[in-house]
């Protein structure tokens, strides 16, 4: 299973989580979240990672130039569009950017969220199912109904994200069998800054679920 930490904006943080065993870091590039990092700042940590850590980029509504430019600058290895974008626009991104993995974040609000999650199967590497807010885009610390995924098996890999931490992990797990996890507000003191503690509970709490490489 993979494991997202996300939000992160220091590289001390980002080498010990990737220690930890984290196999990706996501940097917020939405300038209006409080976890925004810029891609200049986003280099100086992605270059001191391993290279097995994948390196994703959150982006929402952001346009194609500026997913390309930032992709290149920080040197990234994903983007993970987490706003209104269409299948067209993956497409456009698939075709431009061959060697970036992108991720589909789907905000589940009701059933027919499933729905447009099914229909960028084709467009996308992977998925990813947020809890649905009716002001923020993510981040934001709520569940997902997990119940209310049960029969969610998409035909590509897909990410359970939305308010998951080490205290509800074991349950999140126990009822879903994502293929990957993503977290963020709750492994952090405050926005932007990650509790090593908590990370590194969160991946104590996972190692059932972690299989060896
Ligand atoms: O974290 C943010 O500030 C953010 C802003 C805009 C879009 C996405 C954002 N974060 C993503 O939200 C989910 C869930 O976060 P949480 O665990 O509930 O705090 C995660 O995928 C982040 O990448």
Known sequence: MRIKICGITRLDQGQAIASLGATALGFICVPASPRYISP????????????????????????????WETFHQAKLTGVQLHGDESPLFCDRLRQELPHGELIKAIRVKNPQSLSLADSFIPHVDALLLDAYHGQQLGGTGLTIDWQSLGEFRPAIPWFLAGGLNPDNIINALSCLHPDGIDLSSGVERSPGDKDMAKVAQLFENTRFAITPD
């Open 40 to 67: 200049d700042q986003i280099r100086a940590i992605t270059s001191h990672l391993p290279d097995r850590v994948d390196r994703i980029g959150v982006f929402a509504n952001a346009t194609f130039e500026q997913i």
